[in-house]
C-alpha cells in the first residue's frame, strides 16, 4: 500500500481533464492551429508539473514525485501525438514517425510506474499502435548487438553490480536508466520488433536511386 502525505486525487482529476480536452484535439481532422496551441499548453502545464515534482523532490515525497512524474509524461506522449498530426500535415514523415516512438516509449514508461489504476492503460498504447499500423508503411528495424564494456547507473552513478536500482523504474520522481559509456560492437542486424523504433532503415536503393521509405521520393544527393 503506497502513502501519500498530499492528496493525490485533486492532481488526478486534473489530469483528466486536461487529457480529455487534449485527447479531443488529437484527430487528424482538427485545425493545424489549434492542434499547435495545444501543444504549447501542454508544455506549459508541463512545465508547472516539472516545479511541483521539485517541491515533492525537496521535501522527500518521493510516491508524491514519481505520480507528478507519470501525469507529466502522459500528456508528454499525447503532446507528441499531436505534434505527430501536425507534422504529418506540414508533410514532415521522419519527424512524424519520430514523435509516434516517443510518445510509445514514453507512455510505455508510465505504464509500468503509474502507482494507480490507469483508465486508459490498453487503450492508448492501442490507439498508437493503430497510428503505426495505418500511417505508416511496415517499415524495417536494425538491432545493434554488442558488448556492454562500461555502463552505469542513471540514479546513483554506481556500476551495475553494486547498483540496487531497476531499469525503467521511479525513483523519487527520475527514471533509472543504465547509461552505457562504452561499447564492443558485434553486429548490426535487421530485426522485426526493435528494442529501438528510432532505429530503421531509413531509404533504400532503387535502379540506382535512393528512395526514402516513408515518402518513396528521391533523396537528395548531397547527404
Ligand atoms: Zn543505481
Not at 18 to 23: E, V
Not at 40 to 56: C, P, T
Not at 134 to 145: A, E, M, R, W
Not at 173 to 185: A, H
Request: some cysteine; proline content about 2%.
Amino acid at each position: 500500500m503506497m502513502v501519500f502525505i498530499e492528496n493525490p486525487n485533486l492532481l488526478i482529476e486534473e489530469f483528466n481533464k486536461m487529457s480529455a480536452i487534449s485527447q479531443k484535439k488529437a484527430f487528424i481532422t482538427v485545425g493545424i492551429e489549434i492542434q499547435k496551441e495545444e501543444i504549447e499548453i501542454l508544455e506549459n502545464y508541463r512545465k508547472e508539473l516539472n516545479n511541483l515534482k521539485k517541491d515533492f523532490v525537496v521535501r522527500n515525497l518521493e510516491n508524491e514525485a514519481n505520480l507528478v512524474y507519470c501525469i507529466e509524461n502522459s500528456l508528454l506522449a499525447i503532446q507528441y501525438e499531436l505534434q505527430m498530426l501536425v507534422n504529418i500535415k506540414e508533410d514532415k514523415m521522419n519527424e512524424a514517425w519520430g514523435n509516434l516512438v516517443n510518445a510509445q516509449v514514453i507512455y510505455g514508461t508510465v505504464i509500468r510506474n503509474f502507482p494507480f489504476k490507469l483508465e486508459t492503460e490498453k487503450g492508448y498504447l492501442e490507439r498508437l499502435s493503430d497510428y503505426e499500423k495505418l500511417l505508416f508503411p511496415k517499415l524495417h528495424f536494425q538491432s545493434v548487438g554488442g558488448i556492454i564494456k562500461n555502463s552505469h547507473c542513471s540514479i546513483c552513478n554506481q556500476k551495475p553490480n553494486k547498483c540496487i536500482h531497476i531499469k525503467g523504474k521511479l525513483y523519487n520522481g527520475e527514471l533509472c536508466c543504465r547509461i552505457i559509456t562504452e561499447i564492443e560492437l558485434e553486429e548490426i542486424s535487421l530485426v522485426e520488433n526493435p528494442a529501438n523504433k528510432h532505429c530503421r532503415i531509413i531509404s533504400i536503393e532503387h535502379n540506382g536511386k535512393k528512395i526514402d521509405v516513408l515518402t518513396l521520393r528521391e533523396e537528395s544527393t548531397n547527404t
